[in-house]
C-alpha cells in the first residue's frame, strides 16, 4: 500500500524534478496547497494573493523508502532557514512547508524541525511549515514533468541541475537506478 506526502521547497519545477529520483518514489505531481482560493491557477499562486503554496504530492512505498528518509532529502534539497523564498523566487508561494497528511506526520515532521534545530542552536533557524491536511490542487498539464521536458531551458540548467547533482552526490544510495 502507498502513502502520500506534501513538500514545497520553493518551486515546484526543481522539488518534483528531486523526488523523481528517489527509490521508491512511485509518482510526483505538482500542485497547490495550503491557501484559501478553490481551484487556483498558476497564475493566480504567483500573484501571492491566493495564500496557496507550490507544492508537490508525492506517492510512496513506505516498504522502499520512509517518510523520515523523505524529509531528509526534504530539508537537504532546499534551505528551509529562508522565509517565503528560493533563490530568486520570492514570495509566501514559495515557502517551505510540509502539508502532513495523517497526524503521524505531522508529529514526525514537526519533531524532525525540532531536532535540526537543536542540533545547531546558533545557526539559522528552520522556518518550514508544517500544516494539517488540506486540499491538494493539481497544476496545469505544463508543469507536469517540467524539468524532463525542458532541460535545456535556463532555469533548469541554472537552477534545477545543481540541485540534482547535490542530490545526486549526498544522497546516492537512495537514488533509482535509472536516476
Known amino acids: 500500500m502507498t502513502q502520500t506526502a506534501i513538500f514545497g521547497g520553493g518551486c515546484f519545477w526543481c522539488t518534483e524534478a528531486v523526488f523523481k529520483m528517489i527509490k521508491g518514489v512511485i509518482a510526483v505531481e505538482p500542485g ?14 504567483c500573484s501571492g494573493e491566493t495564500g496557496h503554496a507550490e507544492v508537490i504530492k508525492i506517492e510512496y512505498d513506505p516498504t522502499l523508502v520512509s517518510f523520515h528518509t523523505l524529509l531528509t ?18 514570495g509566501t508561494q514559495y515557502r517551505s512547508i510540509i502539508v502532513a497528511e495523517t497526524e503521524e506526520q505531522e508529529k514526525e515532521a514537526k519533531q524532525f524541525v525540532t531536532d535540526l534545530n537543536n542540533s545547531n542552536p546558533n545557526g539559522s533557524q528552520i522556518t518550514t511549515e508544517v500544516v494539517p491536511k488540506t486540499t491538494f490542487y493539481e497544476a496545469e498539464q505544463s508543469h507536469k514533468d517540467y524539468y524532463e521536458r525542458n532541460k535545456t531551458q535556463g532555469y533548469c540548467q541554472v537552477v534545477i541541475n545543481p540541485k540534482l547533482e547535490k542530490v545526486q552526490k549526498e544522497f546516492a544510495a537512495l537514488l533509482k537506478a535509472n536516476g
Not at 497547490?32 to 499562486?45: D, F, K, S
Not at 530539508?75 to 528560493?86: E, I
Open 32 to 45: 497547490y496547497a495550503a491557501g484559501r482560493t478553490e481551484n487556483p491557477t498558476y497564475l493566480q499562486v
Open 73 to 90: 532529502v526534504f530539508f537537504a534539497s532546499h534551505d528551509p532557514t529562508t522565509l517565503n523564498r528560493q533563490g530568486n523566487d520570492i
